[in-house]
C-alpha cells in the first residue's frame, strides 16, 4: 500500500472527530428521528458509515467477516431507499458507537498489514482511504441537512469559528472563450464521475463576482418574482403552483419583513449573505429575472479553475495552500458569510466565493463524462445519470475541506431545497 498507516489514522481520525463531535451535541430522540422521507434517520447515517467502511476495507480487502451480517441490507442505501429506513431496526446510542469503533480498530489491522492484500486498485495511491473518508464527510453534511430541517430548537449548534463581519461584491467577471481541461487529473483522489479529464470548448461569458445574494433575492421577491409565470419553465411553474413557495426554504414573513431560521435561531433575512436553500426552480427563475441564465456545469468550473497565463486547471481556486483565510468550510461557523468576505480565495478570473457557503445549481444535467468508467461501484454515481438531476458546484460551509475542490460534483433533483444551495448568474459577454 503506497501511503503510511500514521497518513491512515490522521486522514481516516480527522473526519472520525468531527462525526463524534456532531453526534455527541445531539440529543438521542433527535438522532433516532427522521424529519422528512428524504432524508435518514440520524443514527442510521452513523451506523450506515461504519458499514460503508466495514465493506471496503475490512470486508473488501481484508477478506473479513462482517461484524453485523444481519444488518448488511439495512445499512445499504442501494438495498434500503430513506423512506423505509426510520421503521428498521438499525443500532441506536452506545451499540453504534461501538460499532464505529470496533470497525475503524479493524480498518486499522487491515491496512497495516496491506502488503499481504496485494496490488488492489483499492490500495493504489491511498484510494480507498480516500473513498471512506470523503464519504463519511459527506454524510456529516447530510446530517446538517436534517438537522435544519428538524423543529426549531432540536440543534444547538455550537460555532467554533467566527465569519467576516463584510464582503465585497462588484459588477460581473469576463471569462473569455476558449478551451480548457475539465474534470480531475489522474494522480490524486477523485470519484469516478469527475473523470476522464477531457477538453471543453465554449463561448466568452461574464459570471457574477460572487453568489445571489438574499439582498438581490428580496428584490426578486419584491418585484413578484414568485408570481410572474414567464419567469419560470413549465417545470418550474408546476413546482411552485404546487408547493406554494413564496420565498426561499427556512424564510417566514413577520408583516414587516422576512426572517429566517438557522437551526435553534430565527433572524432578520441579512441583505449580504448569499441566498440558501433554494430549488434549481428557483435559481433558474431568478437568474431569468436578471437577464441572464444559470452557468452550465463547464462554464463554472472554467470560471472557478481556468490559469489563463499557462492554461492550467487549479484543484482549488486561489492555487495552492489550505481554505483557512480562503474560504468558509469544514462545519465551523453554521451559516455563510457575506458573499466576497474571503478575497484571498478568489479565481484566475475574479470570481469570489466559488468554494464554500453556498453549493451552485447548474443548468447541466448529471451525467458521466466522454470515456467514463464507474469505479469502484455504479451506486454512487451512474445509477443517477439522465435528465432528472442536476448538477451543483463548489461546496457550502457545511462541507468538509477535504472533499472542497473545483472538479467535485453534487447533484440533486431540481424541486430540493434541502441542501446548503444557492447559485449564480451568467451573462453573454
Known sequence: METTLQRVEERLGSVRDRTLELVATIDEAVLERRPDQIMSPLAWDVGHIAAYEELWISRRIGGRESLHPELEALYDAAETPRP????LPFLRGEDCLAYLAAVREATLEVLGDAGRHGSSE???DGFVVDLVAEHEAQHTETMLQALQMMPAGSYRPELRAALPAAGATGGPVAVPAGAFAMGAE?????YDCERPRHARRHGAFLVDRVPATNGRHLEFIADGGYERRELWSADGWRWRTETGAVAPLYWESDGGGWLVRRFDRLEPVAPDLPVCHVSWHEAEAHARWAGGRLP???????AAAWEPATGRSRRVPWGDGDAEGRANLDQRAFGAAPAGAY???AAPCGALGMLGDVWEWTSTAFDGYPGFRAFPYREYAE???GDRYRVLRGGSWATRSAVARTTFRNWDLPERRQIFAGFRVVWPA
Open 296 to 302: 452550465t456545469e463547464a462554464e463554472w468550473e472554467r
Open 383 to 385: 445509477v443517477f445519470f
Open 343 to 345: 478575497p484571498d480565495g
Open 84 to 87: 423505509a429506513r426510520a421503521a
Open 186 to 190: 489522474e494522480t490524486g483522489f477523485a
Open 122 to 124: 483499492l490500495l493504489r
